[in-house]
């Protein structure tokens, strides 16, 4: 699949799913802005081996910050064709605990995972409009259909809304050519999930899965890639899970 020509912003691009999903985009010739926010290392190892990767740095809990980056891709490249969001936090926290810990800890998740994403897609949709059309690309969770566990209630809520806010940017903004999906992984092997791995054991994750593997980054990344070209634009405001058959809608 070709993407040459097209320009496209990846955020949390510097590990995990977001890097699988940029690492793909320019092995179809797309050229990729690889936000990052603390992982400049990983970041620039993306650019030093692909000449089409640009790298920005921006805390996305800050709004000038956000954009700001949104600001940047579009002066680096020249234009932008699909925002693929895919920043996020996953940082538990037990109801058991306090309440100003616990608020703190809400409050930073969703300024991450819904309230930078309301943002850029607030700017992409005013700069798609200008333009023609466009695509957004959100990285949900199976946490907004099935649920979490109680000391993730704010990442399960986040992705939750930003399952919603795709919905309705498809909805609203399609008379302008504006397209808009979620992809709606489950238990994912990356870092962040590290610390989940280790509390419940592979055993147990497994044990709810269809398959016998733990989903991996690149087992998502292609689809990204797809919804890219321009080939599932009918399916926009649709969901794909991709969770190894452990909840079913």
């Known amino acids: 699949m070709n993407l ?11 590990r995990g799913i977001g890097k699988s999903i940029a690492i793909h985009l320019l092995e179809a010739n797309a050229r990729v802005g690889v936000h990052y926010n603390s992982s400049r290392t990983e970041a620039d190892n993306v650019k030093l081996k692909y000449s089409k990767a640009e790298t920005f740095q921006a805390n996305l809990s800050n709004s000038d910050e956000v954009e700001l980056l949104f600001k940047r891709a579009i002066e680096q490249s020249g234009k932008l064709d699909t925002i693929v969001l895919n920043a996020g936090i996953f940082v538990p926290r037990s109801t058991e605990g306090t309440t100003e810990d616990w608020l703190d800890n809400w409050r930073l998740t969703m300024a991450i995972n819904l309230e930078s994403a309301g943002l850029l897609t607030k700017l992409g949709i005013e700069y798609f409009k200008k333009q023609g059309g466009g695509r957004f690309i959100y990285i949900g969770s199976r946490a907004a259909f099935r649920g979490e566990t109680e000391e993730y209630l704010a990442y399960a809520a986040s992705k939750g809304g930003l399952t919603s806010l795709s919905r309705t940017v498809a909805r609203s903004f399609g008379r302008y050519n504006i397209k808009s999906f979620v992809v709606a992984p489950g238990f994912t092997r990356t870092e962040m999930a590290e610390d989940a791995i280790r509390k419940y054991g592979e055993t147990n ?6 398959l016998n593997e733990i989903t991996t980054p690149e087992d998502i990344a292609p689809l990204a890639v797809l919804m890219c070209s321009g080939q599932m634009d009918h399916a926009t405001g649709s969901t794909i899970d991709i969770n190894a058959g452990s909840y079913i809608r």
């Open 4 to 14: 040459k020509g097209q320009n496209i912003l990846v955020t949390g691009a510097s």
């Open 205 to 210: 994750i497994l044990s709810e899965l269809a």
